[in-house]
């Protein structure tokens, strides 16, 4: 019986885990969609200035499924300056590299294999 109990916390313990590196990757690919958003326009939100080159007119949501789950990025708009990420290809739908490595890592430390 605790063996069952140990499992389910196991699994549980996963699960958060998994929403948490979800999360984590969302809001780190949405913080780099901003920074080259920054960078081709040569200012920050609401920023005034000269050298400033187009500005974002709002963005549009896309789903990225990942590993972890599905991710919600938030694209810019662009007027004045073409934008095409560096962060994922234009139509990708579906990515399955860098989360799948961060769980198995943090899992072990959580987890070490007791063999």
């Known amino acids: 019986m605790s063996e ?8 549980i313990i996963k699960g958060k885990i998994k929403e948490l590196v979800r999360s984590s990757v969302e ?21 005034r ?15 990225l499924t990942t ?12 007027k004045g300056v073409s934008f095409e990420t560096a962060i994922i290809e234009r139509y990708r739908r579906r990515e399955s590299s860098v989360e799948e490595a961060l769980i198995e890592m943090y899992l072990a430390s959580v987890f070490p294999c007791t063999g």
């Open 67 to 78: 590993a972890s789950g599905d991710v919600t990025l938030h694209m810019p708009r662009l």
């Open 27 to 47: 809001e780190t690919l949405n913080e780099l969609l901003e920074k080259e958003t920054e960078s081709l326009t040569q200012a920050t939100h609401y920023e």
């Open 4 to 11: 069952r109990i140990v499992q389910l916390n196991e699994e």
């Open 49 to 63: 200035s000269e050298a400033r080159q187009g500005y974002c007119s709002g963005h549009y949501d896309r789903n």
